[in-house]
């Protein structure tokens, strides 16, 4: 029974390592200087083709497809 409460756990623990990863911010992980002033826009996360962007200025400037407003994933319909 032990063994099996500690399979489940590891299973728990490594999914939330995967959605961790999934969810990060793409904003961190692209150069966008060429993007200027959408760096300090406040205007809300979104979910792209590529992932989450901080803002759909940076996403519409790199000419990535929005999904939905929102991080990513985007809800069902």
């Known amino acids: 029974m032990k063994r099996i409460l500690y399979f489940l756990l590891l299973l728990i623990l ?3 390592k995967s959605c961790e990863k999934e969810n990060k911010i793409i904003h961190e992980e ?3 200087k ?3 002033e959408c760096l ?3 205007t809300g996360k ?3 083709v590529q992932g989450t ?3 759909s200025c940076l996403a519409i400037c790199k000419q990535v497809k929005i999904l939905c407003q929102g ?3 985007c809800p069902s319909k």
């Open 14 to 16: 490594l999914n939330c």
């Open 30 to 32: 692209m150069d966008f």
């Open 34 to 36: 060429e993007c200027g």
């Open 40 to 42: 300090n826009l406040q």
């Open 46 to 48: 979104v979910c792209t």
């Open 53 to 55: 962007f901080y803002n």
């Open 71 to 73: 991080e990513c994933p």
